[in-house]
């Protein structure tokens, strides 16, 4: 078998094509036609090429209510005898925030964070998200770690946005690029708009950077494109055979996959989506007609704008001029070193005449001298501002600035921030300004904050592409302003918070969006009153909306906690978006601080990339940080972190003499070598067990990730078991560690002689002393030589009993007893040694092992015990979980023999009565917070896809 396996695949590499890319998952060769078919010169390149080859692609997204979510999953595979550079670079767009990315290397799950971009990363592997100097419309995210030798890698990135209106469609990019023909490439869009879909189309396969969104010429969409829509929902699958994507790129770059679509709507307060106690409002008035406007055209004419970009811009400005109304008015400036005005003092009407005039003065432009941004700016704010205020006041007009350079200013004022605050004063909130930058030498800070100073949004513009059609295509988006003035109001007592609620303008073609939170999630209606100005008219749009529709609309049970998530999800990226928006506008260093932490802390929470925060990838096999420094005193410490300590506490003996009296007796404990003890309040009994590890062994006692992002581990020490004892040797809690995930990253180590607190900052703290440190809502208080309390979001509580011997006897060591104080803040999902009781109900029964008549079942606190008439040869047993467990009654000794408690036994290291056995619950390092044990492996590998993906219905 071996010599003809051999022989086949000798006879595959000399027709041209690895053998290893012929074979199917299972192993198999592929014998499609189709499949093995391929081009020439495909097959070389792929022959010579040795970097890891890429056995899927598969993209897939969920839009509700225009919020998407999207997953980026594919498969590389190292058929080397040496590791090599696998590289995953997907293109995202540059408004989506990235929310995941993992990656599964062999047997390992690697798990992204999100960090606060201050904190120093300690990742092993490369990755960044950087912005794409080619393209203004998309940023890079590129990974690359090092691929074992005949290993497969996984990788997952998912990243959400909002997507926004423009010329009256909303447009969903994806990038479908693997770089090479690969044999599984899969891009799936689910849509869902309740109000119903009133157009739906998926455009060809774009790679140029032009971006237009005209659909005069109707186009066919990518071969293999299959489309189902109902009237509110709608499925897009695109997956080309090896066939389909050769003919399309011989490279593997396929292109943008764009569908675009639009909803129906009509003239009222608009859609409003709520669910879990968040709504997004969604405002797109139609058949309004156009306010008449008054524009000035500002147009850089300096000698860097000389060829291509100048003769763009004169072509677009050319068709901008006839797509200008009977009812507006307008003017033309151009700038270098000096400022020239078309027509002095005054804005003009549209009419033939001045059509062709100003025609003329665009032709004869010529670029020459240096960039005056700021004399331009002052002079057309003057022209504006002079001819607003010679004009009816009862004509309803919009006024505003189209200003366009390539460059940065070099001559009068030349510091950003000068221009910035002159152009406040110059405009003084009377018209916005709407900036564009064409190439790549501008000042682009400049122009967002111009335009977000005075109301007005940035474009970017290529200058390789058809710039003229992307000036037009700006100038459309804002040429029909249908209002003025909009303000949209919610009744006082139904949210506690909204984002922006007052808008300059609202032009044809765009959307407006209030995100807020209310102050009674169950609430039946929410009062909505929209107020705004039409070209002759003063607009008022009110009604109570009936919120509980959504939530009556989800019928399908086991998804309705995922999908509530999703419009708080969009309500979180809109406040960030506009958190980040109002940090740049402001000047005041205070101000800005505020608006960071609350952007930051936000991204945090909701495990955003944003500009505050950094994605990082931690190695599983991580070793411990920083054990072996020395142990600070506690004035040492009060000097290195005295800026960052929110208290320290050091309280008196009498205080501390009535702390212990007061404590409150956690019975769900590790303690000893070691006892386990869990309490089940609502069986109103305990349950005890022994695990017999062996030294060195890190055993998971608390795992909830994924729910409160608390992870607890514990290492053992070994010693001689005492003289005449039935144990060769006991085990004990050298260590303890806890991993904290949200709002961001801490570390905690307990040993019976130091703290190591690892968190926005690193406190080392002795256990001889009593202190209290907190940070980042964690609080570590250590009792001097008896107990550490570690408060978590201040619903979790854990102790930790400090065992010190001054003369330990050969069989005595130093360790640890590990208590849950409080549960409250752990998730029904926790798991863990101890962690997977937290939630659970237990059942004691009788059983008779003589007898075949039913079982007894015992009262809630085991009263018929060995004194209370129990028939000869009965067994006592436990259930949970639908198993059955045998066990005796015992007591145990917790808080070094203070307190005594009755327990049901359960033998054999817990045999049935955990989940799995306990070597299921062993880690690698005591900072490790997620398993990759072979059944969760697998797991994570056929279900990658929809763990970060919302269900569709």
């Known amino acids: 078998m071996r010599v003809l396996l051999f022989l086949s695949c000798s006879c595959l590499a000399v027709w041209g094509q690895d053998p290893w890319a012929l074979m199917d998952e299972a192993g198999s060769f592929n014998t499609d036609p189709e499949f093995q078919r391929l081009p020439r010169q495909i097959v070389v390149s792929q022959r ?36 090599k550079d696998a590289i995953f670079q997907v293109q995202i767009p540059a408004s989506a925030f990235i929310s995941n990315f993992t990656m599964i290397i062999g047997k390992k799950v690697h798990q992204s964070e999100v960090t606060s971009k201050a904190k120093k990363s300690k990742d092993k592997i490369k990755e960044h998200s950087e912005k794409n100097d080619t393209d203004t419309e998309v940023e890079l995210f590129t990974v690359t770690v090092s691929l074992p030798a005949r290993t497969k890698g996984l990788f997952l990135l998912t990243y959400e946005e909002m997507l926004e209106r423009r010329l009256g469609k909303y447009t969903h990019v994806i990038s479908v690029r693997p770089m090479q023909i690969i044999p599984k490439l899969l891009v799936e869009i689910h849509l869902m708009e309740n109000f119903g879909i009133s157009f739906l189309e998926v455009a060809p396969l774009r790679n140029s950077k032009q971006i237009s969104q005209s659909t005069a010429v109707k186009a066919s969409p990518p071969p293999s494109t299959k489309i189902n829509q109902t009237r509110t929902t709608a499925h897009i699958r695109f997956a080309p055979t090896i066939l389909q994507q050769a003919g399309i790129s011989e490279t593997g770059v396929l292109g943008d996959f764009i569908m675009r679509y639009d909803v129906n709507r009509e003239l009222g307060v608009g859609e409003i989506q709520v669910q879990n106690g968040y709504f997004v409002h969604y405002f797109a008035p139609k058949d309004l007609p156009p306010v008449p406007k008054n524009v000035v055209f500002v147009i850089d004419t300096s000698g860097s704008m000389a060829g291509r970009k100048l003769k763009q811009t004169k072509d677009a400005l050319f068709t901008i001029l006839n797509d200008l109304r009977p009812t507006d008015h307008f003017n033309i400036i151009n700038f270098s070193s000096r400022i020239k005005v078309w027509q002095s003092g005054k804005l003009v009407p549209v009419i033939w005449e001045t059509i062709r005039d100003a025609k003329k003065y665009i032709y004869a432009m010529s670029p020459t001298g240096d960039t005056n941004i700021n004399d331009a700016i002052q002079t057309a704010s003057k022209l504006l501002k002079d001819y607003i205020a010679q004009q009816d006041k009862s004509v309803r007009t919009v006024s505003l600035i189209i200003f366009l350079t390539d460059g940065r200013p070099t001559i009068a004022e030349i510091q950003p921030q000068k221009i910035l605050n002159n152009t406040k004063k110059a405009v003084e909130n009377k018209f916005c300004i709407f900036t564009l930058g064409i190439g790549r030498d501008v000042d682009y800070r400049l122009l967002q904050r111009m335009a977000l100073e005075n109301c007005g949004v940035m474009r970017r513009i290529d200058e390789d592409s058809d710039a003229s059609t992307q000036l037009k295509g700006f100038y459309d988006e804002i040429g029909t302003p249908l209002l003025s003035d909009i303000r949209v109001d919610y009744s006082e007592d139904s949210v506690s918070y909204v984002t922006q609620n007052f808008f300059t303008n609202y032009f044809n073609g765009s959307e407006l969006v209030v995100a807020g939170k209310l102050t009674n999630s169950t609430a039946d209606n929410l009062h909505v009153q929209v107020t705004a100005s039409t070209s002759d008219k003063h607009l008022m749009l009110e009604a109570d909306v009936i919120i509980n529709d959504t939530r009556k609309s989800l019928n399908y049970a086991k998804d309705r906690a995922k999908i509530a998530k999703l419009v708080q999800r969009a309500w979180s990226y809109l406040t960030i978006k506009e958190l980040l928006r109002s940090r740049l506008k402001s000047g005041n260093r205070r101000e800005k601080k505020i608006l960071s932490d609350k952007a930051r802390n ?6 955003f990339v944003t500009p505050l925060t950094s994605l990082s990838v931690k190695s599983l096999d991580e070793q411990s940080i920083g054990s072996t420094e020395n142990v600070m005193n506690e004035s040492e410490l009060k000097n290195e972190r005295t800026q960052s300590l929110q208290k320290i506490n050091k309280p008196d003996s009498t205080s501390l003499r009535e702390r212990k009296k007061t404590v409150v007796v956690s019975k ?15 069986s109103k009994l305990s349950v005890c067990f022994n695990i017999d590890g062996e030294p060195g062994n890190i055993l998971r006692l608390v795992s909830d990730q994924e729910g409160s992002g608390v992870t607890v581990n514990g290492q053992l020490i070994g010693s001689p078991a005492p003289p005449n004892g039935h144990k060769k040797q006991r085990t004990y809690f050298s260590a303890i560690t806890i991993i904290v995930s949200k709002p961001s990253r801490s570390y905690i180590e307990i040993t ?23 940070s980042e809502g964690l609080v570590v208080s250590v009792t001097a030589k008896s107990k550490v309390t570690v408060t978590i979001q201040e619903y979790t509580s854990f102790v930790f009993l400090l065992h010190q011997y001054k003369n330990p006897a050969p069989y005595q060591r130093d ?32 059983t008779a092992t003589r007898t075949t008549g039913p079982a007894k079942q015992q009262n809630q606190t085991g009263a018929q015990d060995e004194g209370s008439g129990r028939s000869k040869g009965s067994v006592i047993m436990l259930i949970i979980k639908d198993r059955v467990v045998p066990v005796v009654k015992k007591q145990r000794w917790i808080y070094n023999g203070q307190h005594q408690v009755d327990c049901w036994f359960a033998k054999s290291n817990a045999i049935n009565l955990i989940d799995g056995a306990y070597k299921d619950y062993l880690v690698s ?20 896809m929809s763990i970060f993906l919302p269900p569709f219905p």
């Open 48 to 83: 010579l090429d040795s970097k890891p080859h890429m056995t899927d692609f598969i993209v897939k997204s969920t839009i509700f209510s225009r919020y998407a979510f999207t997953a980026v999953s594919s498969t590389m595979v190292n058929r080397a005898h040496r590791p």
């Open 925 to 944: 390092n005591l900072f490790e917070a997620t398993t990759s044990s072979a059944t969760e492996l697998q797991w994570a590998e056929q279900n990658i």
């Open 602 to 607: 936000l991204s945090l929470e909701y495990h």
């Open 668 to 682: 769900t404990s590790a303690d000893g070598d070691p006892h386990f003890v869990v309490d089940f309040p609502l």
């Open 815 to 846: 360790h640890l007893g590990f208590y849950i104080l409080n549960s409250k803040g752990l998730s029904p999902n926790a798991h863990g040694l101890l962690g997977q009781f937290l939630y659970q109900e237990v059942q004691i029964i009788e």
């Open 752 to 774: 019976p002689h130091k703290v190591i607190f690892d968190s926005r900052d690193r406190f080392i703290l002795s256990c001889d002393k009593t202190i209290e440190v907190e």
